[in-house]
């Protein structure tokens, strides 16, 4: 892979807790313009990994390199400025906003208006428009005026999306996007997710493997904190380390893989 097509990297990423290894030595490489997938059975590490790259955690050793700038000692917010979004496994929206405005907070963030609610609201209503665009690109322009609190769950998650998109990720981090739904809102989910990754780069945790299956470019198998393989999902599918270690720890097979 040729290093501008790159576009995060981790090398020897370590991260000890009390002498307990939660990730050892990953090597991770992410293509821009990709869904890259991690993926593993239970304690594999995969959320520690993700609260590494976003400095939520520091790491015990090892080095992330972000569009060939090491980013390994900056804060969570330098993170975040540099396009490093990440859409979280909890909710997080303000339930008791409307769905409307929940995005608009992710583009006041966006354009550093934040703390400015004391500016007349004609100048938040500039943001509406923009605001309306990502409802629309997500499927949820006809819920824009309900409370965040009435969605159902899938809509809920689409809004998360939508509020990620108004940060204007470059690289997108999704924390087990279709954990606790049913069919119908995984394939919605689904389908949202591969239409927002044009022209963008989506590293995913997920459980659900037919998800992965589906819309992955490549993936990332950790076990006990470390890579056990990697590649396409046929070939990670067909690889009988992958296979015994989902099975060793979820009865139904790969298709148990939850972090």
Known sequence: MAHNDTILETRGLTKEFRGFTAVNE???????????????????????CFNLLTKFLVPTSGQIVFNGVDITRERPSQIACRGIIRSFQI????????????VRIG???????AFHFWRSA????????RAIELLDEVGLADYAQ????????????????????AMDPELMLLDEPTQGMGHEDVDRVTALIRKVAAGRTILMVEHNMNVIAGISDRITVLQRGEVLAEGTYDEVSANPQVVEAYMGSAADGLRGAHA
């Open 107 to 113: 583009l006041q963030r966006a354009v550093g208006t």
């Open 122 to 129: 004609r100048s938040l209503d500039t943001l509406d428009a």
């Open 26 to 48: 990953v090597n991770l490489r992410v293509r821009r313009g990709s869904i890259h997938a991690l993926i593993g059975p239970n304690g594999a590490g995969k959320t520690t």
């Open 91 to 102: 909710s997080a929206v303000f339930p008791h906003l409307t769905v409307l405005q929940n």
């Open 146 to 165: 309900w409370r965040a609190v009435e969605l159902p769950y899938g809509r809920k998650r689409a809004l998360e999306i939508a509020t990620t998109l």
